[in-house]
């Protein structure tokens, strides 16, 4: 019986590689901890290219001075210059012929420096002390197989391949064109045959500088995206980081009530200094007290609302301390003025008119 092939299958849903409570945008903390540890988004394939364009550039111009000094050597060892029997040949080497080696040197660390120049221009010039602390959790062959199959390696996986088949395309392409010199090399002289190989090697460096550098500029806006993508969190570590950020808040609500029974206690305990209660019966209560030798106006030394309020009220009555019902001036008190401030100029004349009653009834001047 013939069977109709299905390719739903084996449809793969790439969401299934990620996690799924991680749905929250990274915190500016989450990406600055992720710096100091060096994950950063970067493309090595574009300090590649860098490096093949800088060697190429430089080989343009350094190209025909080393072909000399190589045709040098060539004539010198391989010709069988008798001027060098018996000579020292690492002595030799170093007196005539330490300007290949020194060109050659300055190819090597140009192209190191630039592909250290743009890895650093990448990561904005970061220097991760932790990222170079010994982890042994790195070492974890447990570990280390699971980073193996994961869809990270995968996609490392098809873009070494590409890159590879990019290169051997370019250089391939390149020597194919030329094939017919290239056979020819074997009549033509040793001079002739290292230009050749010179500028052939020259024009492949430029090209394939060329081909990574659009390589590397898809790479770098993946490594953008999975580098967004892994730093991504979660509700509830959003949640963490706020409390190790700002505190938790319990214990801020705790120490607010701390701090709430401290100014409470120290009101409550000016309260017998006071020269009079405005209340408000069921609502507030304003302690007022006046030194005409210290202060300009009469200060709000304790105020309250509800149960501090009637604690304020029952301080006073055990003190002696006058209380006056007049619920305007007591609402207008509590709003307007603070603890240990003076009344303002606008109640300054109902708070006198209180005072007055006060020391009329107690002889008080």
Do not use: C
């Amino acid at each position: 019986m013939d069977r109709k092939y299905d390719d739903s299958i084996i449809e793969i849903d790439i969401l299934l590689f990620a996690d799924p409570d991680k749905t929250e945008e990274p915190t500016q903390r989450r990406i600055e901890k992720a710096r100091e540890e060096g994950n950063v988004a970067q493309s090595k394939e574009f300090n590649m290219a860098m490096s093949f364009l800088t060697l190429s550039g430089l080989l343009y111009f350094f190209a025909g001075g080393i072909i000399e000094d190589l045709n040098k050597i060539f004539q010198d060892y391989f010709l069988l210059d008798t001027d060098i029997v018996g000579v020292n040949v690492f002595q030799y080497g170093y007196k005539y012929h330490s300007g290949i080696y020194i060109k050659i040197m300055i190819l090597f660390i140009a192209g190191a420096l630039m592909s250290l120049l743009f890895g650093l221009l990448q990561t904005r010039f970061l220097v991760a002390k932790n990222a170079i602390k010994l982890d042994f959790s790195k070492i974890n062959p447990v570990k280390g197989l699971k980073n193996l199959f994961s869809l990270k390696k995968l996609v490392e996986l098809i873009k070494n391949i590409v890159k590879l088949a990019v290169i051997g395309y370019i250089s391939y392409s390149i020597i194919a064109k030329r094939i017919s010199e290239v056979q020819k090399l074997s009549s033509e002289e040793l001079i002739y045959s290292l230009y050749f190989i010179g500028s052939i090697s020259v024009e492949i460096m430029f090209k394939l500088g060329l081909a990574l550098l659009v390589l590397s500029l898809i790479d770098y806006w993946y490594q953008r995206y999975e580098y967004k993508k892994n730093l991504r969190m979660s509700k509830h570590e959003i949640k963490e980081e706020m409390k190790d950020t700002e505190g938790n808040p319990q214990i801020k609500r705790k120490q607010r009530e701390f701090m709430q029974k401290i100014v409470f206690s120290r009101m409550i305990q000016q309260v017998p200094t006071a020269d009079v209660i405005v209340t408000n019966p069921t609502h507030y209560a304003v302690a007022i007290k006046y030194e005409s030798n210290t202060m300009n106006a009469p200060k709000v030394i304790a105020k309250g609302a509800n149960e501090i309020a009637n604690k304020i009220k029952e301080v006073a009555r055990k003190n002696n301390v006058p209380i006056i019902e007049k619920p305007p001036l007591a609402r207008a008190l509590y709003k307007e003025v603070d603890i240990n401030e003076e009344v303002t100029e606008e109640l300054y004349k109902p708070v006198a008119e209180v005072l007055a009653y006060i020391y009329k009834l107690s002889n008080k001047k």
